[in-house]
């Protein structure tokens, strides 16, 4: 069996603006600083902490922008997605699994998040794993502001690699 967590991996989460006041807000790169992936054989098991989430960087354009949030905005965005969006006292683990046959360029499995389980599947590029999750299939609502004028959109890109 091989075992990867956060000291061997990463877990990241990109989120993106829209919305008429999107010019004000960011598009978001956040961590996941708790979780396990085990493979036994071709068996893939993962678990991920959601209240582990903390914002890395606003982005824009698809490039970091370390300045533009302080610590005081970071911990906000943070509590909010931890609190509101994923619910994660209800919710405290996110659970994925697959069959990982060497080689595979996908991975089809079952991802248990908010409560909801679904099948997706993750484009493999060598020892990187990405998917592009609709929030509302999972039953979360994106975050919205200011009247809707402000919001999240519902489509967030998870990317994991592993050494």
């Known amino acids: 069996m091989t075992s990867w967590d956060a000291t ?3 877990c990241l989460v990109f989120t993106f603006k829209e919305g008429i006041l999107a010019a004000v807000a960011h598009d978001l790169k956040l961590r ?4 396990s992936v085990e493979l036994d054989g071709d068996k893939l098991e993962a678990k991920f902490d959601p209240r582990s989430l903390s914002v890395v960087c606003a ?3 698809g490039a970091e922008q ?5 610590a005081r905005d970071r911990e906000k ?6 609190d509101e969006v994923l619910q994660a006292a209800r919710f405290p683990e996110i659970g994925f699994s697959a069959l990982a046959p060497a080689g595979a360029t996908t991975l089809d499995g079952a991802l248990r998040l908010h409560g909801v389980t679904r099948p997706i599947r993750l484009t ?3 020892r990187v794993a990405e ?7 999972f ?3 994106p975050y919205s502001a200011m009247l809707g004028t402000l919001k999240i959109k519902p489509r967030v890109v998870v990317r994991i690699t592993l050494p």
């Open 77 to 82: 965005i943070e509590r909010t997605i931890v």
């Open 131 to 137: 998917v592009e999750l609709n929030q509302p299939d």
């Open 139 to 141: 039953g979360i609502k």
């Open 59 to 61: 982005m824009k354009d």
């Open 124 to 126: 493999v590029r060598e």
């Open 66 to 70: 370390p300045g533009l949030l302080g």
């Open 32 to 35: 996941v600083g708790k979780f």
């Open 8 to 10: 061997r991996g990463e």
